[in-house]
């Protein structure tokens, strides 16, 4: 570890001396925001009650189109209501531990930091009821975010010590956000994880490739597939702002999360959510498309500059990521590339770097010897783009 980092280490990571940002510091939703999220969430009921129908009628393959592998144990095919009080919207990422991080109790469930904290028990009741209005209050008595988040402040500053200003990560202080002050930006390992992104699509050369594609075209499409509760979409349009259009699939039941986060925080501008028979528009920001609404839009909803997934298509079937590959490869331009982080880490997990590489000739493992340290984030494509393959750190020294 550099000398820098190390003082720094020694320095910041006791909990004493960290800032925090805590569940009460948030911006609540007005009660018009949340009035206008309620159509929307009818929307995502709507999706959700009539997939299989929709499915069965157009002669889909149920395999494909409905949750599978992990995800068909986490989503049930029916039953579901979503969310729409005020609390449960307000604090929308209490709910969404998609990277199995519950912020609500600031632990993973599967490897437990903080054990004995009843935490379990908590997230299952927050999961069987509504978010109580005294949650504010529950939380700042149980939880200590400063000594739950001490052990990611050196991690982090190393994320961004070399990143430039523009392409740090800054979450939007609203839906139940919390974590470490730094930078001037809320840390949490979401957000973090979000920054390795960022730096890994900046040092894949990825970002380098958008600027150009806007710089040509005026603007760039990207297309992401389980976006989770929509982070990385975020980071993204708050740097290429309104030249970047977004495209989000995913389950029904997941994109209740992103649909709410990225209109909610964009104020709805720009922000639409697909349903059968509709339009795509000629112009969007944020676009939220049912995953087995694909087959049906597909020719409009390309071309498409970049094609993202990350850590979901391991959790999908090897049906499912076929799909996807085979997707990507119909919608990407000639000269469009996928940015992929996902590796096999469980039993159950596919292999979907064995799937894309039967789809796209060209495949570089990103590699940063300063902003990332994950080893499993790669680009492809069906040609060589000098842009991306003839430089090994395109986030080597920049200072724009
Ligand atoms: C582990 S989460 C990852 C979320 C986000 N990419 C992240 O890393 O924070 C997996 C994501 O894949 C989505 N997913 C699962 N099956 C899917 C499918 N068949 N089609 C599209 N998305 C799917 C889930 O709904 C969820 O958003």
Same mark, same amino acid.
């Given at each position: ?106 632990? !993973?469930?599967? #490897?437990? &930091?903080?054990?004995?904290? +009843? ?7 927050? /999961?069987?009821? $509504? *978010? ?83 710089? !040509?075209?005026? #603007?760039? &499409?990207?297309?992401?597939? +389980? ?7 975020? /980071?993204?349009? $708050? *740097? ?88 990507? &490869? ?71």
């Amino acid at each position: 570890m550099p000398i820098k980092n190390f003082l720094s280490y020694l320095t910041r990571t006791r909990a004493a001396d960290l800032r925090v940002h805590t569940l009460k510091a948030n911006y609540n939703l007005t009660a018009e925001q949340h009035a206008r999220c309620l159509p929307l969430v009818a929307g995502i009921q709507r999706l959700y009650d009539n997939a299989t129908a929709y499915i069965d009628q157009r002669g889909l393959d149920r395999a494909v189109a409905l949750a599978a592998n992990e995800w068909a144990d986490l989503v049930p095919v029916a039953e579901l209501k979503f969310r729409t009080s005020y609390n449960d919207i307000n604090y929308l990422r209490l709910g969404a531990p998609f990277i199995g991080y519950y912020l609500m109790i600031l632990d !993973r469930l599967d #490897r437990r &930091r903080f054990p004995g904290d +009843g935490g379990e028990d908590l997230v299952k009741e927050l /999961a069987s009821g $509504s *978010i109580p209005d005294d949650i504010v209050e529950i939380h700042a008595k149980r939880f200590n975010v400063a000594e739950r988040l001490a052990h990611l402040a050196s991690e982090y500053e190393r994320f961004v010590e070399n990143v430039p200003n523009r392409y740090i990560v800054a979450a939007p202080r609203m839906f139940g956000e919390m974590g470490l002050e730094m930078s001037g930006v809320v840390v949490n390992p979401d957000t973090s994880m979000c920054q390795s992104r960022i730096n890994g699509l900046l040092a894949g050369g990825v970002i380098d490739k958008l600027w150009s594609d806007i710089a !040509r075209r005026g #603007r760039a &499409r990207i297309l992401e597939v +389980g976006p989770g509760y929509g982070a990385l979409a975020y /980071a993204l349009k $708050s *740097i290429f702002k309104d030249k970047l259009e977004c495209i989000c699939v995913d389950l029904p039941s997941s994109l209740y999360y992103s649909a709410l986060y990225l209109s909610v925080s964009r104020d709805g501008d720009g922000c639409h959510l697909l349903e059968p028979d509709g339009k795509v528009p000629e112009r969007f920001d944020h676009l939220f498309v049912a995953n087995y609404l694909l087959d049906e839009f597909a020719e409009s909803l390309g071309p498409i500059d970049l094609a993202v997934n990350t850590m979901s298509f391991p959790e999908m079937s090897k049906a499912q990521v076929s799909f996807y590959a085979e997707m990507f &490869r119909r919608l990407l331009r000639p000269d469009g590339v996928v940015f992929d982080e996902n590796g096999v880490f469980l039993p159950h997990h596919v292999d979907s770097d064995a799937i894309l590489a039967a789809v796209f000739p060209y495949h570089k493992r990103v590699a940063s010897i300063l902003a990332i340290d994950r080893n499993w984030q790669s680009v492809w494509s069906t040609r060589y783009i000098g842009e991306i393959f003839d430089r090994s750190d395109a986030a080597l020294n920049r200072s724009d």
